[in-house]
């Protein structure tokens, strides 16, 4: 398992779940049509947007094609620029690597800025695990970690949440007044976590883009709170996976221009932090030491195919989310990971492998939404039937495989198929009640039985079409 905590296994159950919990849709509702209308807006603004979506993912397939050039290219800039460069090839190996580093420096008091790498690989658990104290400093990250939850949106963590449950939350966690003013909560987590910021012995980061050409790392954010994590600590850690890297510096044009207006429908992000390496004396600002972990966990068997390559390519904005019906119907707790929506029902299945993510593929209309959307045209919906074609053949001993056997089996032959239908029809007359099939057959055929849940079983004609025909036919003959 490539993914910390996956319960893609429970996807049904987690579906159903939330299908039920009217204040959830009624939250993802309001916060998906508002990022939409955001982003609207903000890409009308710009006269060249399907032209900055063509370059954007010209530059992805470049440099995911040749990443074994980009990749060495932007480690030697980034060590020679001062930044310690760790590997990783999985999530466990990335817990190690960080867990040893936390060790050596002491470091008690963590402050971490939103990162969705860190969250795949578990990290908060393994850091507590070992004495430490992570805290997000992300807001909605920080009122997902106070609820003991996990994200359930790219950008928006905690979006399933209303202002009164947070209210609630702060009053039970944070021991403040009872209040449902959004500034005053806002205040009330400010002045904890700026206590947090003084305090951090070691601050931990994500990684938006790796220039390749300057060995630099590139974090936006709108809080500040990056910005702190990252210059207040005497050591910063950043996490990234190896599909982050950018050739150029100038490349950065592009990708500023669209992510935001596809997350956010900004026109531009508060804060845009480029990163070449630790300070070079005590006046300056920023950590005494700058380490980097790049991340494989099973990044490099994407990229083995060109049509899952491609999937690397996410600069995780969020926007496949907001646009998918499936999504704002369940939030993103029912996909059983990290990565939810879209691109999760791409990313997560590649990662941790079909055998416990094999629902995934199947959450989705394929109407296309997603991939209108997506600012680097990542086709969605041509891997989502890549991956439901392997799940396929993966389990081709299964109910669904056999029935399709069968299927085909009874077709290849008139005299076969003839009969089959008599029998059905037979059937139908003596089993089916008001469209109903009887609860043991809905038992023994699940397939039947979800469909029977919702609406009527079509019955078959008491005659066919082909002895109809002959009938009418035999009428007309002298």
């Not at 060495?72 to 690597?97: L, M, Y």
């Not at 936390?102 to 695990?129: D, F, P």
């Not at 976590?193 to 300057?214: K, P, Y």
């Not at 039937?385 to 290849?412: C, D, P, Q, T, Y």
Request: aromatic content about 6%; hydrophobic content about 40%; some cysteine.
């Amino acid at each position: 398992m490539a993914i910390h905590h996956l319960e893609s296994v429970f996807f049904r159950e987690k579906v159903a779940e939330a299908l039920e919990d009217q204040t959830l849709r009624g939250a993802l509702q309001n916060a998906t049509g508002l990022f939409r209308q955001r982003r609207l807006a903000a890409t009308a603004s710009l006269s060249d947007w399907e032209k900055l979506r063509d370059q954007a993912r010209a530059i992805k397939a470049e440099t995911l094609t040749h990443l074994d050039h980009y990749l060495p290219e932007f480690v030697a800039k980034a060590e020679s620029n001062g930044i310690k460069v760790h590997w990783a090839r999985d999530h466990q190996e990335a817990c190690q690597v960080i867990s040893q580093l936390v060790s050596e420096k002491q470091a008690r008091r963590i402050v971490k800025s939103k990162s969705m790498t860190t969250e795949e690989i578990g990290l908060n658990h393994v850091l507590e695990t070992d004495g430490a104290e992570p805290i997000e400093t992300d807001l909605g990250e920080w009122i997902i970690q106070l609820a003991g939850e996990t994200p359930s949106h790219i950008i928006v963590p905690a979006i399933h949440k209303t202002k009164a449950q947070i209210a609630d939350l702060f009053v039970d966690q944070l021991s403040i007044e009872p209040t449902q003013d959004a500034e005053e909560l806002t205040k009330a987590a400010r002045r904890i976590l700026r206590h947090h910021f003084a305090q951090a012995d070691m601050g931990i980061s994500g990684v938006n883009f790796a220039i390749a050409e300057t060995g630099s790392i590139l974090i936006l954010e709108n809080e500040g709170n990056a910005r702190m994590s990252t210059s207040l600590p005497k050591v910063h850690l950043a996490v990234m996976g190896l599909e982050k890297i950018l050739p150029r510096l100038a490349d950065l044009e592009v990708f500023l221009r669209l992510l935001p207006r596809s997350g956010t429908g900004q026109h531009l992000t508060s804060y845009q932090s480029i990163l070449s390496g630790p300070k070079r004396n005590p006046d300056q600002e920023g950590p005494e030491e700058l380490h980097l972990l790049i991340l494989d966990n099973g990044r490099s068997a994407i990229l083995a195919e060109e049509i899952t390559r491609q999937s690397l390519a996410c600069i995780r904005c969020g926007a496949c989310l907001n646009a998918c019906p499936v999504y704002q119907q369940i939030g993103g707790h029912a996909y059983g990971s990290v990565y939810p929506g879209p691109i999760g029902a791409i990313i997560t299945p590649q990662l941790a492998g079909l055998s416990e993510t094999k629902n995934l593929p199947y959450a989705s209309s394929l109407c296309g939404a997603c991939r209108d959307v997506c600012p680097v045209k990542i086709d969605i919906p041509e891997i989502l039937l890549h991956l439901r074609a392997k799940s396929v053949e993966a389990h081709e001993n299964g109910k669904e495989a056999k029935g399709f056997r069968m299927w085909a089996w009874i077709n290849r032959s008139r005299f076969r198929f003839v009969w089959a239908h008599r029998l059905a029809r037979l059937g139908g007359r003596i089993f089916m009640k008001n469209g109903q099939p009887p609860q043991w057959l809905q038992r023994r055929a699940p397939v039947l039985g979800a469909w029977a849940k919702h609406r009527q079983v079509p019955t078959l004609a008491k005659r066919s079409f082909r002895e109809i025909w002959k009938k009418e036919l035999s009428r007309k003959q002298p």
